[in-house]
Nanobody
Framework: QVQLVESGGGLVQAGGSLRLSCAAS????????MGWYRQAPGKQRELVAI???????NYADSVKGRFTISRDNAKNTVYLQMNSLKPEDTAVYYC??????????????WGQGTQVTVSS
């Protein structure tokens, strides 16, 4: 089976930086788009950034110029470099990927989530 495992969350002061990683593993045939979402307490999950298999990116307006998404296709890993963090960036961050496993159709996979807390 396929799974996504995230790492890199934690507590940081406002203005600081964190780097999230998400590695896909299992019987993977191909990976299409990969992305990061976040969910703050009492709010809906929202898209933070997405990157296609070809490297095209898209960002939420709230993180443009501060966050950078990238991927290493050889390692089936997506990264989110977060700079100039603000308290409003505090949330659980979830990795997402459209993956074609060795058997079966393309499926939308989610990681378990990693907490990012930005103190003021």
């Amino acid at each position: 089976q396929v799974q996504l495992v995230e790492s890199g969350g934690g507590l940081v002061q406002a203005g600081g930086s964190l780097r999230l990683s998400c590695a896909a593993s299992g019987s993977i045939f191909s990976i299409n788009a990969m992305g990061w979402y976040r969910q703050a307490p009492g709010k809906q999950r929202e898209l933070v950034a997405i990157i296609t298999s070809g490297g095209s990116t898209n960002y939420a307006d709230s993180v443009k110029g501060r966050f950078t998404i990238s991927r290493d296709n050889a390692k089936n890993t997506v990264y989110l470099q977060m700079n100039s963090l603000k308290p409003e960036d505090t949330a659980v961050y979830y990795c997402n990927a459209l993956i074609k496993a060795s058997v079966g159709p393309v499926f939308n996979y989610w990681g378990q989530g990693t907490q990012v807390t930005v103190s003021s």
